[in-house]
């Protein structure tokens, strides 16, 4: 398989990666939420909310595209097409909280709703920066055309899984297993057994520190590229 070269390794940051796009009062909001996860609370403090959270996320969001763009190229999308609500779906979960303790969002070059291809998921709250990549979910096809491709280059699939920067920010590749395999892939999966996972991703966290930090942008830019291989094998092996 040939992998797509990282030519916008050496390219520079906008000026914007120096900006500080979250202050003290977005950490709090998200301590206070957790002790007061109630639509009264939320509602008296919904100012609070408009100008220190949901306001300043999105023009995080806003320049984290323009500079994921650089080497995704040109989307139809905007932040606000990524960006994830605030409100829980409770209607079939226990936990009847109304709000997620959390700001979040999917980005892909293939849209929010698209979850079959790489991308970018972000969430940060007060406990800090959960940054996720690779393919969350894949269906039957694409599971099968990930598999075969790394059958059909082995090595080049584990020096990318192996490699020392990968680790030491990802660990491992996340995920559930199936336990039985198509008996084509079965031999295969003794010399890797990361063919059983039904999905592909991984994830680092950086410390809510860096929330408040005015180089956040480029942390998590840099954070993102070490998945850049991974990201590239997926990409070509969905075609």
Not at 70 to 79: C, I, L, N
Not at 92 to 100: A, M, N, R, V
Not at 208 to 229: C, F, I, Q
């Amino acid at each position: 398989m040939h992998l797509v070269s990282s030519t916008y390794l050496s390219q520079p940051l906008s000026c914007k990666t120096t900006m500080q796009y979250f202050d003290k009062a977005y950490i709090k909001f998200f301590k206070d939420l957790c002790k007061n996860n109630y639509k009264e609370w939320f509602h008296a403090n919904k100012k609070t909310y408009e100008s220190a959270v949901k306001d300043p996320f999105k023009v995080f969001i806003t320049d984290l595209l323009t500079e994921l763009e650089k080497e995704w190229g040109p989307t139809d999308f905007q932040a606000k097409d990524y960006i994830m609500r605030i409100n829980r779906d409770i209607r079939f979960s226990k936990d009847k909280s109304p709000y997620k303790t959390h700001m979040g969002a999917m980005m892909s070059k293939h849209g929010r709703k698209e979850m079959t291809r790489p991308g970018i998921f972000l969430q940060a709250n007060h406990e800090g920066i959960l940054l996720y990549g690779g393919c969350y979910q894949l269906a039957k096809e694409n599971l099968y055309n990930v598999r075969k491709a790394i059958i059909d280059d082995l090595k080049g699939f584990q020096k990318i899984v192996n490699a020392k920067s990968f680790k030491s920010t990802y660990g491992e590749i996340q995920g559930d297993k199936h336990k039985r395999l198509p008996k084509e892939f079965q031999e295969a999966a003794e010399k890797e057994p990361l063919i059983y996972k039904k999905g592909f991703f991984y994830g680092s966290k950086l410390p809510a520190s860096d929330l408040t930090e005015k180089n956040l942008l480029n942390k998590v830019m840099k954070t993102y590229r070490v998945g850049d291989k991974m990201n590239a094998f997926l990409e070509e092996a969905l075609g």
